[in-house]
């Protein structure tokens, strides 16, 4: 709901909770006082991004579901909500998030799903937590607690601001509330194995996914090929005889992939996550290399140096993220001089003395 | 180059100063040749511009914007014209930039399914350029046959199929705009997912106010193997709306869901003889697709939920022939109208599924008390409505009562949680409106977002996003003394 037809500033009235009260008022003295502040929800993607200093604002209380309507496919969440509450929530009325979004671990919270901006296997599919996020709230640098964006599938008013917020993890602002599209479960689902070659599966993978096939993940662990098949049952059958393969009946096989819980994504030291075109052939990178996303997401596990692993998707037109055992610093892939500069424009016009998460995505921002 | 004070400068000056950088561009500068570009499709609302510039190559584009910027020129991209909001509408002292002449499909890559094109290329051309390899280009607004690409991604475009397959913003990977300081950004990339922050979302439905497109990367996706589509009959409009919430309660997310009312079925069955119910008071065009098993599955369930939700007949396509003859009379309502009012203004308010009924109800009796006929016709799916308000701009105050009923509209659309626009876009059209919906911070943090990109403010300038001032003119937002919490910064 919209109560600002009456209101100007939200900030007013009983609406707000005494959390993001306190986060404004916490957010508004650091500003004067130029002390960088370090946002943490369930603090399960800790690891991920930039290392960085800073007082932390913990948004793990502010939890909760606000809204939701099963026949609206929109729920509303407060951002320290735990990522598996709000699932079982969706669970019991035979809805998901279509992104299949990664844990981490337990604690993990709907407000650090989205300012990570991370997918789990279904992404090609269904879409990426970008293209599902509706709405959102935040507090800005300014210490001032903004709305964008709605509840309803589709709204064109301002410029896209709760996509923004997707990914940037907290360099713009903290995220106090998200409205995301979900949809209902599928039906059925099969997984199949085929004994393929990783140039084999690549070819494999962007061939069904040219054609009307339900698919719904992919993966390559090195040896073999895994699909998975969701929709209606007869639509899920049909297109199991049509593909062959070998039927796979291991209920959390996807989960480990998307979790990081399978022993090639687990173990690795020191993990390179590579977004590629999906039909790029296989990359000449060091170390072994695990397959998602049609080839989109070539995860490579090495402990070259990262100029090496860049080299690889240079000429590509995609980029390496050092996921897991980085240095602190050398994480997100660098911009050119125009996107740098963009960038700074733009978190300067939401956190101008540079307080929220400074230097988690780039050094500059 | 010194900036040039706005009353030194003049339509011959300008043309003189761009015909000299750009010698081998078209331009047009006198009244005749410029009168087609005084308006989109948003008639009511027209102006000259200075000069239109039609430029053929990204260096030219570049030249235009540096000499905008120097010279302190707005300047207004623009596609095909088909918008309804006016976001191409000229300014009086600015420059017109067309981009028709930016019309080539530049690349096709069929094992990544995407298609890199410049953005005067028509959105159905896009389809029509990959179809013989399966695939096609999901958002297909209704003008697809006219609208660019530019334009589409400017305005974030839906269309009859975005509940199951998404907006622009979900359909593409990669945009190269050009920025007011002449500068050439690439935004995105040719993987799903790419480094920094996601401008490529924010371009996505900014109507030309941070920068002008100059290329679009679309995925394609592959065509569905079987489209079947049900004709369902009410004999309420709030009982259609309610089966909508209940397809989607069930688990159905059809293709399309489409939603039209009594006076609209009979309108567009003189129209084109789409073989519609004209005794419903609403019907429904529920189409499902995937591969023949899918929709087989789907078809029985949609039937069954259908017949609990109070349906009172039903009739499924009975080949392609039928299915197309059906969708003709969808896509010719607007056309339809046309021919049974004079004129007619088209809203585009989104509000939440649970509320069609209700809100159906409460803009027929706002219809009876402004004197006006109101009928629907929408993508009921997406809870987007498109009232159109019929009137005759020849009555006078006829238009005036339009534009106070249309607000009246909007004004419900948000007051039940939804937005003032799902599509079309805010331009000039609903720039008022935009007030309603945002507080005095929020827009602020726009325009700020707009000066990271533009800080001279002269890409579109006046669109989109409401001054403070015209806001507290407006009426919508009580902006008090001293209510503004950062005095330092610029507020307009």
Not at chain 1, 252 to 259: L, M, Q, S
Not at chain 2, 165 to 172: A, C, E
Not at chain 2, 347 to 353: A, K, S
Request: hydrophobic letters at 40%; proline letters at 6%; aromatic letters at 6%.
């Amino acid at each position: 709901m919209h109560p600002r037809s009456e209101c100007c500033n939200i900030n007013d009235g009983l609406l707000v909770s005494e959390f993001v009260q306190q986060s404004c008022e916490a957010i508004k003295k650091a500003g004067e006082a130029r002390a960088p502040l370090r946002i943490q929800g369930g603090g399960t993607k800790s690891f991920y991004g930039r290392r960085i200093q800073g007082e932390p604002l913990e948004t793990g209380s502010h939890a909760g579901i606000v809204d939701y309507e099963p026949s609206e496919l929109v729920i509303t969440a407060r951002a320290g909500t735990p990522l598996a509450a709000l699932e079982a929530k969706l669970a019991k009325f035979g809805q998901m998030l279509p992104f299949e979004p990664p844990y981490f671990g337990g604690a993990a919270t709907i407000g650090g799903t989205v300012a990570s901006g991370l997918s789990g296997p279904r992404r090609p599919y269904a879409g990426a937590v970008r293209d599902l996020v509706l709405g959102c709230k935040l507090i800005n640098g300014f210490g001032e607690h903004l709305t964008f964006g709605g509840q309803v599938m589709k709204n064109v008013a301002g410029y896209d601001i709760s996509r923004l917020m997707v990914g940037a993890l907290g360099t713009l602002g903290v995220i106090t509330e998200v409205s995301m599209k979900v949809v209902p479960r599928p039906v059925a689902s099969a997984t199949l194995a085929f004994e393929y070659t990783q140039r084999e599966a690549i070819e494999a993978m962007n061939r069904w996914a040219g054609q009307p096939l339900p698919l719904s993940a992919t993966c390559h662990d090195g040896d073999r090929l895994y699909l998975r098949l969701s929709g209606t049952r007869a639509g899920v059958q049909s297109a199991a005889d049509e593909l062959g393969g070998e039927s796979v009946s291991d209920d959390d096989f996807w989960a480990r992939v998307r979790d990081h819980r399978h022993p090639f994504l687990r173990t690795a030291p020191a993990l390179w996550r590579l977004s590629v075109p999906p039909a790029t052939e296989p990359l000449d990178t060091p170390g072994s290399t695990f397959i998602e996303w049609n080839g989109g997401l070539r995860w490579v596990a090495t402990d070259a140096p990262a100029r090496v692993v860049r080299e690889c998707v240079d000429g590509t037109g995609g980029h390496a993220i050092w996921f897991r055992g980085h240095d602190g610093k050398d994480v997100f892939h660098p911009l050119d001089r125009e996107k740098l500069a963009l960038h700074r424009n733009v978190k300067r016009a939401f956190d101008p003395v540079g307080i929220l998460n400074p230097g988690r995505l780039y050094a500059e921002i | 180059m010194p900036a040039t004070p706005k009353s030194l400068r003049t339509r011959a000056s300008v043309a003189a100063d761009l015909s000299r950088l750009l010698p081998n561009c078209h331009l047009l500068a006198d009244e005749e040749s410029l009168r087609p570009y005084e308006c989109d499709a948003l008639s009511a609302y027209r102006r000259l511009p200075l000069v239109v510039v039609l430029p053929e190559t990204l260096g030219e584009v570049r030249t235009v914007a540096r000499y905008c910027r120097d010279k302190g020129v707005p300047l207004v991209a623009r596609g095909a014209g088909t918008g309804l909001s006016g976001g191409a509408l000229p300014i009086e002292d600015g420059i017109l930039c067309s981009l028709a002449k930016f019309d080539r499909i530049l690349h096709i890559d069929p094992a990544n399914r995407s298609a890199t094109v410049q953005p005067g290329v028509r959105n159905l051309a896009v389809s029509e350029a990959v179809s013989h390899l399966g695939l096609y280009y999901a958002p297909d607004p209704s003008s697809q046959i006219a609208c660019t690409i530019g334009g589409n991604v400017a305005e974030n475009s839906g269309g009859l199929h975005c509940l199951k397959y998404g907006l622009t913003v979900h359909n593409i990977l990669k945009l190269k705009i050009v920025t007011i300081e002449g500068e050439l950004v690439t935004i995105g990339g040719d993987a799903l997912d790419s480094p920094g922050y996601d401008f490529l979302a924010l371009l996505t439905g900014s109507e030309g106010l941070l920068g002008i497109i100059v290329e679009v990367t679309v995925k394609l996706l592959p065509i569905p193997e079987s489209a079947k589509l049900i004709m369902a009959s009410f004999d309420d409009t709030g009982s259609a709306g309610h089966a909508v919430g209940d397809l989607v309660a069930a688990g159905i997310i059809p293709g399309g869901l489409e939603m039209m009312d009594n006076a609209v079925i009979r309108a567009t069955e003189d129209f084109v003889h789409a073989g519609y119910d004209t005794d419903a008071a609403a019907i429904l065009l529920c189409e499902l697709d995937g591969t023949p098993e899918e929709v087989t599955d789907d078809i029985a369930r949609v039937k069954e939920v259908l017949e609990q939700s109070g349906c009172t007949g039903m009739q499924v396509a009975k080949d392609e022939a039928q299915r197309q003859q059906f969708w003709s009379g969808r896509k010719a309502a607007f056309p339809a109208i046309g021919a049974m009012s004079p004129d007619y203004y088209c809203m585009d308010g989104t509000i939440p599924r649970r509320k069609l009924g209700e809100v159906l109800g409460r803009m027929a009796e706002m219809s009876r008390r402004y004197g006006l006929r109101v009928v629907n016709v929408f993508h009921a799916g997406d809870g987007n409505l498109h009232p159109l308000i019929l009137y005759d701009a020849n009555r006078p105050g006829e238009l005036e009562r339009t534009e106070a009923l249309g607000a009246d509209i909007l004004q419900l659309c948000v007051d039940v949680g939804g937005t003032i626009t799902g599509e079309h876009g805010v331009g000039i059209e609903k720039i008022d409106q935009m007030c309603v919906q945002f507080d005095s911070m929020a827009l602020s943090q726009f325009h700020a977002v707009k000066e990271a990109f533009d800080p001279v403010r002269l890409l579109n300038p006046d669109k989109a996003i409401p001054t403070l001032r015209r806001c507290s003119e407006f009426g919508g937002m009580h902006v008090q003394r001293g209510e503004l919490k950062f005095p330092e910064l610029e507020r307009f």
